[in-house]
T-cell receptor, first 113, second 112 residues
Framework: GAVVSQHPSWVICKSGTSVKIECRSLDFQATTMFWYRQFPKQSLMLMAT?????????EQGVEKDKFLINHASLTLSTLTVTSAHPEDSSFYIC?????????FGPGTRLLVL | RKEVEQDPGPFNVPEGATVAFNCTYSNSASQSFFWYRQDCRKEPKLLMSVYSSGNEDGRFTAQLNRASQYISLLIRDSKLSDSATYLCVVKQDGGSQGNLIFGKGTKLSVKP
């Protein structure tokens, strides 16, 4: 199967700082990548669709100015959580489509103090 | 009504047992269906796709009933390593770019 990496795997930061998360497709190209968020005991919720060479598409209720997405190349998408607050603490997971479905990165656990 | 609904469990079963999970989806235009497995504090991993004709992969059998908008997963001869949360996933658009809709998952715990 396809391999998707994510970095960092976990982050602890102070409230008000910005956190950047990278998502890479290691052995295939992805013109589209997806960013999800999962709170404890909840299902994965799609935040936005990252598109190489164009603007990201955000789901309803997700602030585009707070969650900045840049799809710099066919193998890299970044999510920046700007001015993070404790309520942004969550498990952030990216995925990239390959074949008939999507493959997920290992996720980034963010804790904002 | 939620888009993808699953019984959250937990299902606590002994090793060797057969266990079945069910899932319903609300959008009749859904195109593709999958079961993913998610271990605690890990990312989801594709377990198997689900086809109308039913499909089997070793101890795992998946079934799809489009008329009833119902998906199932059967695990035979449960192993301790099968303990995880099983996510029912529906893709609404055709092609690889479509958005995945996740159920909340059904937790399985296999005991010795």
């Amino acid at each position: 199967g396809a391999v998707v990496s994510q970095h960092p795997s976990w982050v602890i930061c102070k409230s008000g700082t910005s956190v950047k998360i990278e998502c890479r497709s290691l052995d295939f190209q992805a013109t589209t990548m997806f960013w999800y968020r999962q709170f404890p005991k909840q299902s994965l919720m799609l935040m936005a669709t990252s598109n190489e060479g164009s603007k990201a598409t955000y789901e309803q209720g997700v602030e585009k100015d707070k969650f900045l997405i840049n799809h710099a190349s066919l193998t890299l998408s970044t999510l920046t959580v700007t001015s993070a607050h404790p309520e942004d603490s969550s498990f952030y997971i990216c995925s990239a489509p390959f074949g008939e479905t999507q493959y997920f990165g290992p996720g980034t656990r963010l804790l904002v103090l | 009504r939620k888009e993808v609904e699953q019984d959250p469990g937990p299902f606590n079963v002994p090793e060797g047992a057969t266990v079945a999970f069910n899932c319903t989806y609300s959008n009749s235009a859904s195109q593709s269906f999958f079961w993913y497995r998610q271990d605690c504090r890990k990312e989801p991993k594709l377990l198997m796709s689900v086809y109308s004709s039913g499909n089997e992969d070793g101890r795992f059998t998946a079934q799809l009933n489009r008329a009833s908008q119902y998906i199932s997963l059967l695990i035979r001869d449960s192993k301790l390593s099968d303990s995880a949360t099983y996510l029912c996933v529906v893709k609404q658009d055709g092609g690889s770019q479509g958005n995945l809709i996740f159920g909340k998952g059904t937790k399985l715990s296999v005991k010795p």
